[in-house]
T-cell receptor
Framework: GQQVMQIPQYQHVQEGEDFTTYCNSS?????IQWYKQRPGGHPVFLIQ?????EVKKQKRLTFQFGEAKKNSSLHITATQTTDVGTYFC???????????FGDGTTLTVKP | NAGVMQNPRHLVRRRGQEARLRCSPV?????VYWYRQLPEEGLKFMVY????????ESGMPKERFSAEFPKEGPSILRIQQVVRGDSAAYFC???????????FGQGTRLTVV
């Protein structure tokens, strides 16, 4: 079945440093979504990427979808303490009928 | 414009009892997903439903677990004869269409004692 892997599992950074999490799928995806879950909270949708090579920005966050539509990345520039949480990617293959979540990257930011 | 409503937020059950978790999707959403999350772990897919139909239950244990999404009323995830290993957070998400933005509820934290 479809597998979605995320690395790293954990990332600890000093406030102001950059952060990147990577998502890799075993199969070609029709789209990929990114979610953020704060500690003790629930996942919140951030963005969806659909096109090969797509790049989208949300303030300090940059999302990329690979040319082969099998990988994606989320990059945060100059992290802040409000960025702490777990970032999940979810890859969809329309033939599979649902999105498959990666295990997430948990970001901690030291002030 | 209410989001996904899950109740109860916290549920404590003794081993062998039944747990019923409810999820009311966003108004107008006909796609509902259930996920299980253990502490410090990711979201594990359990089941995907559309109104009155189970589309994909490949992530749900064959025994003791069942789910429904009736024509009227919330989606229900039912766990019979709960065991300690069922303790987890159960999240429901709804979407307007397949594989579009999913809105998550705040989850039900089940503790089996």
């Amino acid at each position: 079945g479809q597998q979605v892997m995320q690395i790293p599992q954990y990332q600890h950074v000093q406030e102001g440093e950059d952060f990147t999490t990577y998502c890799n799928s075993s199969t070609t995806l029709s789209n990929i979504q990114w979610y953020k879950q704060r500690p003790g909270g629930h996942p919140v949708f951030l963005i969806q990427l659909v096109k090969s090579g797509e790049v989208k920005k949300q303030k300090r966050l940059t999302f990329q979808f690979g040319e082969a539509k099998k990988n994606s990345s989320l990059h945060i520039t100059a992290t802040q303490t409000t960025d702490v949480g777990t970032y999940f990617c979810a890859g969809a293959n329309n033939n599979a009928g649902k999105s498959t979540f990666g295990d997430g990257t948990t970001l901690t930011v030291k002030p | 414009n209410a989001g996904v409503m899950q109740n109860p937020r916290h549920l404590v059950r003794r081993r062998g009892q039944e747990a019923r978790l409810r999820c009311s999707p966003v108004k107008g959403h006909s796609h509902v997903y259930w996920y299980r999350q253990l502490p410090e772990e990711g979201l594990k897919f359990m089941v995907y439903l559309q109104k009155e139909n189970i589309i994909d239950e490949s992530g749900m244990p064959k025994e003791r677990f069942s789910a429904e999404f009736p024509k009227e009323g919330p989606s229900i995830l039912r766990i019979q004869q709960v065991v300690r290993g069922d303790s987890a957070a159960y999240f429901c998400a709804s979407a307007r269409q397949l594989n579009t933005e999913a809105f998550f509820g705040q989850g039900t934290r089940l503790t089996v004692v």
